[in-house]
């Protein structure tokens, strides 16, 4: 089994996709800490100026003794007309954009009150559009209390997993010694950026699921995230797993 697992994302990019897709379980880590000015409540799209991030408000008093799942969203509603016009004044003319423009606009008419609830609801949209048949659970449902590396190995222990693949970012505290002590592989994502049609001139990468969909649509999608990146097939044979 390929084991994944990330904090939950506001509007992820493509990277983010990528990891599930190459994994056979992926868990959402929505018990760990909150970092401010990460991309848990914040995210990028394009317009003719550029890359411009959409943040969601959230309360951040204490917010180092909070989790992901315990943080809530500012009562107030500004953010979210903010959001949708943002988003459809800037890709109202993308080649699919109508076929996603009632749901996203029902989405900024609710009123969010739990982060989480928000992310959970737009993440699952996301697989299902994009055609990733990845298991997904939750860390708040499995009752994982661990930090970071030794976070991983107690659900790899619990998954029985054979690989477990970390972000790029995992090279900062993941020690390669100590899962294989624990008879466990790792790989290291090290995604490649695709280009595809956008708007608004020259192409920026690292932006919103958003501008992936809404410029090349959801059956495409998914090759143009695996293009010239490491397939599940591949990994499965590098490291000598079945799949």
């Known amino acids: 089994m390929i084991l994944t697992a990330h904090q939950p994302a506001y509007l992820p990019w493509l990277g983010f996709f990528h990891k599930l897709a190459i994994s056979d379980a992926f868990v959402i880590l929505d018990e760990v800490q909150f970092q401010k000015n990460y991309f848990t409540n914040r995210n990028k799209i394009k317009t003719p100026s550029g890359a411009i991030w959409l943040t969601i408000p959230v309360i951040t008093a204490k ?16 953010w979210l007309k903010k959001h949708w016009k943002s988003i459809e004044f800037n890709y109202k003319k993308a080649p699919y954009f109508n076929k996603y423009r009632d749901y996203f ?10 982060l989480i609830d928000l992310l959970n ?22 009752g994982f209390k661990n930090k970071k590396q030794e976070l991983i190995l107690e659900i790899c222990n619990y998954f029985n997993s054979d690989l477990f693949v970390f972000g790029r970012d995992g090279k900062n505290y993941a020690d390669i010694n100590y899962f294989k002590e624990n008879r466990r592989h790792i790989y290291f994502q090290n995604y490649i950026h695709p280009v595809y049609p956008q708007l608004y001139g020259d192409f920026i990468s690292n932006l919103s699921i958003l501008d992936l969909l809404f410029n090349v649509g ?25 799949s």
């Open 63 to 78: 917010h180092f003794e909070k989790t992901i799942s315990n943080m809530k969203i500012v009562k107030d509603t500004k």
């Open 218 to 242: 959801s059956e495409n999608a998914l090759d143009v995230i695996l293009k010239g990146n490491i397939s599940k097939r591949e990994l499965c044979k590098t490291f000598k797993i079945s």
């Open 105 to 114: 606009e029902d989405l900024y008419k609710k009123e969010w009150i739990s």
């Open 121 to 142: 609801e737009t993440m699952m949209f996301f697989i299902k559009e994009i055609g990733i048949k990845t298991n997904i659970y939750h860390q708040s449902k499995l």
